[in-house]
């Protein structure tokens, strides 16, 4: 892969996550602050980019990828989502608010997809290359989150209309990036995606286990992403927005051990590394405070990258090793829909409900808030302890 062609990759990677990461870390703070939002209605703005998880792979199956040019496509949906992000800061009613997300959202998620398909498609070795591609993405979340706090943006309008900005300035970018050619499939890639060729996944019971235990485990990240700003706001800790992009670091810091980690300890022991990091997380959000116990606030914040990357990345490596090459676009997709999809689905209506329980006015009860995903944690981590028995050498589902 030339420099050149590397640099314009670079560049799309950090806006594509520049954009998601300028409204939606905060985007519960606005609801709050200018729409006078309650927890359900939070949970539901939230559940709009679950819902779009899972249509999005007829976007992309059905038609990017049988009659355009993915990036073509992916610059005409940049462009319309930069409308929908403009018109958010025109609503004033909590519904029109949610519809408008919705459908931002629906234009927005493909676009993941999108851009991976143009990176790979110019990549010679992408097992070495993306990774290196891909890491623009995080940092362009982080330059975001600290752009919006030091700012003091985070609860206003601008954080839409910094996205929709950065979504014309990519949607019109991506029609200068490398052509990358429809595959001229005449059905059934919305089907691939979805990924119902990897059923055969369940016939296997070590991988049954760990998918229910997936889907289960977005109930508690649901919690973090719906409601930590606020939580962090009220604690003191504002702008949040650049204490918050401490877990992306994170992230991308801990990305970096997990190839080296999965051959040693083993795929159990990374994901139960995972599950416990999220207990960790929220019984330091619940006894930690502004004060003296600021630093438990920190905890669970950098816990982030334990968190998501040694469960979910490390979900979607041993998936790949169990789905083995033929089926193993089929079961990334079947995994992203039941975990960003499904489980998100459920997790930000739940976290939604159970915030606004606990809420009293413009103050909530944030102890009691943040057991209850912990205790979901805690019986998740039982569950796979209990039931999930896989051998060192993980067996390719055949």
Same mark, same amino acid.
């Given at each position: 892969?030339?420099?050149?062609?590397? #640099?314009? @990759?670079?560049? /799309?990677?950090?806006?594509?996550?520049?954009?998601? !990461?300028?409204?939606? *870390?905060?985007?519960?703070?606005?609801?709050?602050?200018?729409?006078?939002?309650?927890?359900?209605?939070?949970?539901?703005?939230?559940?709009?980019?679950?819902?779009?998880?899972?249509?999005?792979?007829?976007?992309?199956?059905?038609?990017?990828?049988?009659?355009?040019?993915?990036?073509?496509?992916?610059?005409?949906?940049?462009?319309?989502?930069?409308?929908?992000?403009?018109?958010?800061?025109?609503?004033?009613d909590n519904t029109l608010f949610y519809w408008v997300i919705l459908g931002y959202s629906i234009l927005y998620m493909p676009t993941i997809a999108l851009s991976?398909?143009?990176?790979?498609?110019?990549?010679?070795?992408?097992?070495?290359?993306?990774?290196?591609?891909?890491?623009?993405?995080?940092?362009?979340?982080?330059?975001?989150?600290?752009?919006?706090?030091? #700012?003091? @943006?985070?609860? /206003?309008?601008?954080?839409?209309?910094?996205?929709? !900005?950065?979504?014309? *300035?990519?949607?019109?970018?991506?029609?200068?990036?490398?052509?990358?050619?429809?595959?001229?499939?005449?059905g059934g890639s919305a089907a691939k995606a979805l990924g119902t060729e990897a059923f055969v996944l369940f016939r296997d019971r070590p991988y049954l286990i760990f998918f229910i235990a997936a889907i289960l485990v977005c109930i508690p990240l649901s919690f973090y992403y719906g409601f930590a700003a606020t939580f962090l706001g009220e604690s003191g800790l504002a702008p949040v927005a650049d204490k918050m992009i401490l877990g992306q670091v994170s992230e991308a810091i801990f990305i970096i051990a997990i190839p080296f980690l999965f051959y040693r300890i083993g795929v159990k022991n990374m994901l139960l590394l995972g599950m416990t990091a999220w207990i960790l997380r929220y019984i330091c959000f619940a006894y930690g405070d502004g004060g003296e116990g600021q630093w438990l606030l920190y905890a669970g914040i950098i816990l982030h990258g334990?968190?998501?990357?040694?469960?979910?990345?490390?979900?979607?490596?041993?998936?790949?090793?169990?789905?083995?090459?033929?089926?193993?676009?089929?079961?990334?997709?079947?995994?992203?829909?039941?975990?960003?999809?499904?489980?998100m689905f459920i997790g930000t209506w739940f976290s939604g409900y159970i915030t606004g329980r606990f809420a009293t006015g413009d103050t909530h009860q944030w102890q009691q808030i943040w057991m209850v995903p912990a205790y979901i944690a805690l019986a998740v981590l039982l569950y796979f302890i209990l039931f999930f028995r896989e051998k060192k050498q993980i067996e390719q589902v055949s």
């Amino acid at each position: 892969m030339k420099l050149s062609t590397g #640099t314009l @990759l670079a560049l /799309t990677m950090f806006m594509e996550y520049f954009i998601w !990461g300028s409204w939606y *870390a905060t985007m519960n703070l606005y609801m709050e602050t200018n729409l006078n939002s309650t927890g359900l209605q939070i949970g539901a703005a939230y559940s709009a980019l679950a819902i779009a998880t899972m249509i999005s792979p007829f976007i992309v199956g059905m038609i990017a990828d049988r009659f355009f040019a993915a990036q073509k496509i992916m610059g005409v949906l940049h462009l319309a989502g930069a409308v929908l992000l403009y018109l958010a800061t025109k609503v004033t009613d909590n519904t029109l608010f949610y519809w408008v997300i919705l459908g931002y959202s629906i234009l927005y998620m493909p676009t993941i997809a999108l851009s991976n398909s143009i990176a790979f498609h110019q990549m010679s070795d992408p097992g070495k290359q993306f990774p290196w591609i891909r890491v623009f993405g995080t940092i362009g979340w982080i330059v975001a989150g600290i752009v919006i706090a030091r #700012t003091g @943006l985070e609860a /206003t309008s601008s954080i839409f209309i910094i996205a929709a !900005g950065v979504s014309v *300035a990519l949607g019109l970018f991506s029609f200068v990036l490398p052509d990358t050619p429809p595959t001229g499939g005449t059905g059934g890639s919305a089907a691939k995606a979805l990924g119902t060729e990897a059923f055969v996944l369940f016939r296997d019971r070590p991988y049954l286990i760990f998918f229910i235990a997936a889907i289960l485990v977005c109930i508690p990240l649901s919690f973090y992403y719906g409601f930590a700003a606020t939580f962090l706001g009220e604690s003191g800790l504002a702008p949040v927005a650049d204490k918050m992009i401490l877990g992306q670091v994170s992230e991308a810091i801990f990305i970096i051990a997990i190839p080296f980690l999965f051959y040693r300890i083993g795929v159990k022991n990374m994901l139960l590394l995972g599950m416990t990091a999220w207990i960790l997380r929220y019984i330091c959000f619940a006894y930690g405070d502004g004060g003296e116990g600021q630093w438990l606030l920190y905890a669970g914040i950098i816990l982030h990258g334990i968190c998501y990357d040694f469960f979910f990345v490390t979900g979607y490596m041993y998936t790949e090793k169990k789905a083995g090459e033929k089926i193993k676009s089929a079961a990334q997709g079947l995994f992203t829909f039941a975990t960003y999809g499904l489980g998100m689905f459920i997790g930000t209506w739940f976290s939604g409900y159970i915030t606004g329980r606990f809420a009293t006015g413009d103050t909530h009860q944030w102890q009691q808030i943040w057991m209850v995903p912990a205790y979901i944690a805690l019986a998740v981590l039982l569950y796979f302890i209990l039931f999930f028995r896989e051998k060192k050498q993980i067996e390719q589902v055949s």
